[in-house]
């Protein structure tokens, strides 16, 4: 295993310790831990431990706040602390969330989650999506913006915030702008080569990463929400950032996933630390190494909250706009209210067809999108190329043109395949998509001019 030089003295100074072994007294370890290190005192933020209803009972949260901070509504982000999802608490995470609030001005909500094994999955999840629900839900009080949330997780707590993420979006919000999964774990099947790769047990190796589902899941089956790299579809889901350990059972697990994300037209960003253990930072918090890493990943969760979108921007959220679309043909129908006007102009063409036009509502389209499987099931369209975007911003909200190619397929008669290929050209208005043009490709297609 090659190590960083300036961890080797540390990984040296660790002893062989399996935390699965016996959650309770790796708990009682943690916390005598965290109680043996001196207060934190910062006068740049503040600090408040709060409890809200959770799907449980009552569940603790910590509030972080930046110290003097204007009227103006500040960007949110929920984290969720690592563990291997037996231990941890709410000190666990807190030089995290201090970085974050400091970093990007940011309110941060730490979740004190229900533990494995006494409470195995879904426990856990539906503490996380109960508080970011609950945070947006109650953002005036909180003085927080509701269009700039985002989910941050280490370790378990990163399968967490991706688990999240992709309910987000599944059950129609809330919408959120950025997850920040650090050291991340995705997987239980844990059948990726970096498992057996890392066997030193002084860091988590394969023994613990396969271990720490069998707690957490239970008697129970993974889904994706339990192991987001189980997700047949991981389309729509909000920019990522990765922080990957090289020297980390779970190296490739985040790796796999960080190309599928890119791969379905997510905007991803990789920062593989090299000759780094888990977790490395929390034990050598001052080393050269984790300041830079630190810093990466706090630089761009910084840049993901800021507001308003500015026109250096607006190609990044025209794909973003694109890519709503393109889930709605594939049937995620919960998205027709959200992102399109109440009446929809549609212009289609084809080979040999004249061009048409029908004003929609939403729920039209759903009901159209919806019948048009029924015929032809098995549609599936994919962004093929690049995005033209031609966007402008007023009060933070998009206007303008975003055109892409696409091309799509579906089962034909006889079972054969039948490949589609042609262009989109969304007009957005106030940030709705308010007019569609599609194009198919081939000879006779028609094109338009605007």
Known sequence: MR?????????????????????????????????????????????????????AGELPIRFYRPSGAADAALPAVLYFHGGAFISGDLDTGDANCRDICLATHAVVVSVDYRLAPEHPYPAAFDDCFA????????????????????????????????GVALAARDRGGPALVHQLLLAPTFDDRCDQPSVDEITDPRVIDGNAVRGMW????????????????????????????LMICEQDALRDQGLDYARRLTAAGVPTEIHLVPGAFHVFDGYAPNSPLAGRATAAWTSALASALSTPPRDGDA???????????????????????????????????????????????????????????????????????????????????????????????????????????????LRISDGLISEVWSVSGGAGGRTFNY
């Open 214 to 241: 069998l707690p957490y899941l239970g008697s129970g089956q993974a889904d994706q929400y339990a192991a987001p790299a189980r997700a047949a579809d991981l389309g729509g889901l909000p920019p990522a950032y």
């Open 315 to 425: 190609r990044r959220t025209g794909v973003e706009i694109y890519d709503q679309w393109t889930r709605l043909w594939n049937l995620d129908l919960a998205l027709a209210e959200e992102i399109m006007a109440p009446e929809l102009t549609l212009r289609y063409a084809q080979p040999g067809a004249e061009v048409f036009d029908k004003i929609r509502t939403p729920q039209q389209l759903a009901a159209a999108i919806t019948a048009f499987h029924k015929v032809r099931p098995g549609l599936l369209f994919t962004p093929e190329g690049e995005a033209a975007v031609d966007l402008e911003f007023v009060d933070g909200r998009p206007n303008g043109l975003v055109a892409r190619p696409y091309r799509a397929s579906r089962p034909g008669d006889g079972g054969r395949e039948v490949a589609v290929s042609g262009t989109d050209i």
């Open 131 to 162: 508080a970011l629900r609950w945070t947006a839900d109650n953002t005036r009080a909180l003085g927080v913006d509701a269009d700039r949330l985002a989910v941050a997780g280490r370790s378990a707590g990163a399968a967490l915030a991706a």
């Open 3 to 55: 190590i960083a030089p300036e961890l080797a003295g540390v990984l040296a100074a660790l002893p062989a310790f399996d935390p699965l072994a016996d959650p309770v007294t790796t708990r009682a370890y943690l916390r005598a831990a965290f109680a043996a290190k001196p207060p934190v005192t910062d006068a740049r933020l503040t600090v408040e431990d709060a409890v809200i209803d959770g799907p």
